[in-house]
């Protein structure tokens, strides 16, 4: 039995001596593939940049020549914004890559060449700015010579002068010369005074340059060191790629359309961000929307655990509250979910993840803990983008310099086919707005961004639109029309007491004047008091010879909340007595022990409403 007993742990030693003799010699065959490899250095070139909305994707591609073998391969001149940990490399059907490691190290001159230039020009204005001050000091000394001089000739012309003997033509040049000599210095002393302040400027820009060209740098040479093994011989490449910071892209839009109103000119454009430390040049750029993602896991799920807790001692929370709450969750649960999608190890995966979890497990509260009512303005779906994820691979190649300033660049034009129509709201104001919808069949999804908006030739103004996938109707603004107005009127109104219930009664009309001398669309709004509570304020309305708009858009979204809109064609001309009216009667009854009121406290509520009525308008 004892013998039975020490068998396996004799077998067990045994095993474990050869595993590691078998790691020993694997480590000693990789030292010593270390010590016979090839020490190459190379750059290569930007051949490929994926631009995010923040950062940049960086591939380089690198040539390796020479015979096959292992090689170490440093790629200098990385850029001040590298993302360290981001490096990767990928070889091709000749290369295997072995590893890849970051590494930097403090130079005596700045690499860059641009502050290099900067360091020589400040160099030169300072040896300059010394030179002047040298120069203003001796005419100081030149000036004090003269008084000397003056000192010296003035009592002896005068002794002289007492005695007879005085040479007046001696005094007469040492006089000339002194006052000369004044002038001159004078003259100088301007120039140089001058001279002192244009280098004094000359200076402080140069400074101000290096500094915003060098912000966030130091005198740092940046390397990736790239362990390969060779597996042919002659010309391979390897491509390296890594993320940078300090750059990024926003759409841009400019919208026109002539006079026929049949179709509208659309020029999408990003406005780019470049200051990665590095230019470049001629390079395939591919604009993405998605966020860069180095992990290949996502998020893992956590378990919900609950209990119970004693129920007098909650008070039940507002709806504001309950909202608040909830935004400032799903801010935790975006923000982790960014950190997740770029975690790189397993450390960074789980603790991105918890977060995530914790944050959810708020939400799940909220949502296990309060009433339906205080819920319907909690988001209960995850909306991590404002649109879907896209990606504009640019035709040609494309050339951007790290710099400062915002760059230009186009990424489709096209035309789409556009219904103008008018927009009055006579209660808010006399002005009718130009609308056109139009219908996005550029083969494109458009982000949502800023817009520049031109109406035969002319500047109208500046607008924004939402994100309109292919094949979806939007709505711009094309300004103001000034040939068309509108105005609200009240022509009438009763109160009445019938029972326990007040009766408000209202006639409005609208009134649309059209100077034009044809006819106008217009789409005319306004609205009803509207109560959450229905059973408390009944709202009921009488239409008039226009009926409401038959629009299935309106009448899902719009309309439930008390906004009304009728479609109607004012006649040429139609302005005073002839002007196009639209009349309607508005009935509220209620309690009449109570008082009509806007509703208090939900100013913030309201606000949020109008924003999502808004922006869905945009979108058909």
């Known amino acids: 039995m004892r013998l039975a007993n020490k068998t396996p742990l004799l077998f067990s030693a045994a095993a474990l001596c050869v595993a590691l003799a078998v790691l020993a010699a694997q480590a000693d065959s990789a030292r010593a593939e270390r010590v016979n490899a090839v020490n190459k250095t190379a750059s290569g070139r930007v051949s490929h940049v994926t631009l995010y909305r923040g950062q940049a994707m960086i591939t380089r591609t690198v040539p390796v020549e020479g015979d096959k073998g292992i090689i170490d391969l440093v790629v200098g001149d990385l850029p001040e914004h590298v993302v360290a940990e981001s490096l990767f490399a990928e070889g091709s059907d000749g290369i295997a890559v072995r590893a890849v490691r970051f590494r930097s190290r403090a130079v005596i001159d700045e690499p860059r060449e641009e502050v290099r230039k900067l360091d020589d020009e400040i160099v030169g204005i300072r040896e300059k700015i010394d030179v002047n001050a040298k120069t203003q000091q001796v005419l100081v000394k030149r000036t004090a010579y003269l008084d000397q001089l003056e000192g010296f000739v003035a009592p002896t012309a005068k002794t002289e002068l007492s005695k007879g003997v005085l040479d007046v033509e001696a005094l007469q040049k040492i006089t000339t010369f002194s006052f000369e000599q004044r002038k001159l210095i004078v003259t100088e002393q301007v120039a140089l005074e001058k001279e002192a302040k244009q280098l004094a400027e000359q200076l402080s820009l140069a400074e101000r340059k290096r500094a915003e060209i060098a912000a966030g740098s130091s005198k740092t040479i940046r390397e990736a060191v790239l362990f390969l093994d060779k597996l042919a011989d002659g010309a391979q490449s390897v491509r390296l790629n890594y993320l940078v910071n300090q750059a990024g892209w926003s759409p841009t839009y400019t919208f026109r359309s002539d006079k026929d109103r049949t179709k509208v000119g659309v020029e999408y454009s990003a406005l780019i961000q470049q200051m990665s430390g590095e230019n470049w040049q001629d390079v395939a750029l591919t604009l993405s929307t998605a966020s860069p993602a180095l992990s290949s896991a996502g998020p893992g799920l956590a378990p919900f655990h609950v209990s119970l807790a004693d129920g007098a001692s909650q008070a039940p929370m507002a709806k504001g509250e309950v909202a608040q709450q909830a935004q400032q969750a799903r801010g935790r649960q975006l923000a982790a979910n960014i950190d997740n999608r770029t975690a790189v190890s397993f450390g960074m995966n789980y603790s991105s993840s918890w977060a995530i979890n914790s944050a959810v497990n708020d939400l799940q509260c909220l949502v296990l803990t309060n009433p339906l009512d205080a819920l319907t303005s909690v988001e209960t779906t995850m909306s991590e983008d404002e649109g879907p994820n896209l990606s504009y691979a640019l035709t040609g190649a494309v050339s951007l310099a790290s710099r400062s300033d915002h760059q230009m660049v186009r990424i489709l034009q096209s035309e789409m086919k556009s219904q103008f129509y008018h927009v009055a709201t006579p209660l808010l104001t ?191």
């Open 430 to 620: 006399s002005y009718v707005y130009r609308e056109a919808e139009l219908t996005n069949d550029g083969g494109e999804d458009l982000l949502a961004g800023p817009i520049n908006v031109y109406l035969d030739g002319r500047f109208v103004g500046r607008g924004e639109i939402p994100t309109v996938a292919r094949g979806q109707n939007f709505v711009v603004g094309f300004g103001a029309d000034p040939q068309l107005r509108a105005r609200q009127e009240l022509a009438d109104k009763t109160d009445d007491v019938q029972g326990g219930n007040r009766q408000i009664e209202f006639e409005y009309r609208l009134v649309i004047e059209n100077f034009k001398t044809e006819v106008a669309a217009v789409r005319v709004l306004d609205r009803l008091p509207y109560s959450d509570r229905a059973s408390d304020v009944r709202v009921t309305m009488t239409e008039g010879k226009d009926a409401l708009s038959a629009d299935k858009v309106y009448l899902r979204r719009e309309r439930p909340k008390g906004m009304l809109r009728w479609d109607i064609e004012v006649p040429a001309r139609a302005t005073a007595e002839n002007a196009r009216m639209v009349e309607y009667t508005v009935r509220m009854e209620f309690d009449r022990n109570f008082q009509l009121t806007t509703a208090a406290g939900q100013a913030q509520q309201q606000m949020e409403e109008f924003e999502k009525l808004q922006r869905a308008r945009l979108k058909r």
